[in-house]
Structure formats: structure tokens, C-alpha cells
């Protein structure tokens, strides 16, 4: 795995304001007064696949949000193998838990080229203090990771081989277009829906061959979903 570069690629808070995404992220409901708050550098940061952006254990230095891409967040099972508990894209924040902590709980790692805003904790608590707005939206979001690791828990490893694949697929779909579904690597969807790598592989090629999704790259990593209901009744 990368280690992530640590130099900073501070674009200022006036970025934070023209963000593309802002209403999917922390500071959606932030005011010119709020922004007046963040003196410390928030770092605008593009990061390769197999970068890791923090370990499991480590002392929090700062939360990241998702602009582009995926990240796994990982750990490590007592017996040694490694489990992906949850994927974050686009408008997902990373390192919540460190609010509460200090320390991360888990190990989050690039699946593909992300861009991310790395945000210091400092900036966070000066936020969630003098900002309601923000407070909530904190609370929206930690919310929501809470109840997508359930969802993750409840839907990806229970079932036969073929319902964790297919309910993988139907949560892997784009929020803006949900007939296309972005996957990643067989082996670490077999990390995530504890299977076997070939397993993976013969389930997504079965639902291939049955007409129910289709391959748009020649990696397969992307696929159009082409018969919804068949997959929903797996």
C-alpha cells in the first residue's frame, strides 16, 4: 500500500465555498460568519489508488471527505485476514470516529484515485462549537455511517454467495444514475462479502451471462445494470 504525501495542498477556505459537491458534504449549511472560523489549512489532496490515508490505532490528525472515488475502510479479524467493513464515495466522510477517540478504528486505503479534503480535527471541534449548522450536519453524517455499517453488515454477509454479490452490486449503484454500478477488484469484494476471490468472479460472470448486468470497461469494474428487477429478486 502508498503511504499518503503529508505536503499540503492548501487551496483555502474560498475553495471550500466553490466546492462542487458542498451539499453533499460537512460544510453544506455554512455561512460567510462559519468560514470566518477555519484558520487552520484544510488540505485539498488528489491520492492514488493503494494510498492509505490513516491506519487503524493511529492518533487523528483530521477527518477526510470524499469529493471523487472510493475508499475501503479496513480491518484486521483476529485470525489475521483482513475484512472491509464499509465503502465511502462521493460526499462520504472518513475518520468520524475520531471525534469521539482520537484514534482512528480502522485502516482507510484509496480503492481507486480519490480526491478527498483533509480537514484538522481543530477545525472540526471550533466548527461543532460556535457552529449549530454544523453540529447538525456532524450529527446527519454520523448518523449515516452508523447506519450503513449495519446496512453493509446486514445485506453483504449473510446469504448465499450469489445475494451478497448481487446485493453488492445494487448498493454499489451511482447515486445519480442507478443503472450504472462501480465496482472494484474481485479480491476486495471477497475481503468485503467474506468469499472466496474466484467465488466473486464466477457470480459476477453468471449474472453477466444471464443477461442482468453488462461490462462497459475491459477491466469490469463498471457495469450497467440491465434487468433491475432480476437482480433485486436474487
Known sequence: MIPIKTESA??????????????????????????????????????????????????????????????????????????????????????????????????AVALTDVSVCRIPISVIQRLGTHSARLHKRLMEKWHHALKEADDWLADLNFGTARQRVAHFVLKMRSPTNAEIATLFARDDMGAML?????????????????????PLDKQGRVYRIKNLQALQAV
Open 10 to 107: 492548501w487551496k483555502g477556505t474560498a475553495d471550500c465555498r466553490s466546492c462542487g459537491i458542498r451539499d453533499m458534504v460537512l460544510f453544506a449549511d455554512l455561512n460567510e460568519e462559519d468560514f470566518g472560523l477555519i484558520h487552520a489549512p484544510i488540505d485539498d489532496l488528489d491520492i492514488r489508488a493503494g494510498t492509505v490515508l490513516y491506519t487503524e490505532g493511529a492518533p487523528a490528525m483530521g477527518i477526510f471527505t470524499v469529493r471523487t472515488g472510493m475508499i475501503k475502510l479496513v480491518r484486521v479479524t483476529p485470525d489475521g485476514r483482513q475484512r472491509i467493513v464499509r465503502v465511502l464515495r462521493a460526499g462520504d466522510v472518513a475518520g468520524l470516529e475520531a471525534l469521539a477517540s482520537q484514534r482512528y478504528d480502522s485502516d
Open 194 to 214: 467474506d468469499l472466496k476471490l474466484e467465488t466473486v468472479s464466477r457470480e459476477i460472470s453468471a449474472l453477466v451471462r444471464e443477461g442482468i448486468i453488462e
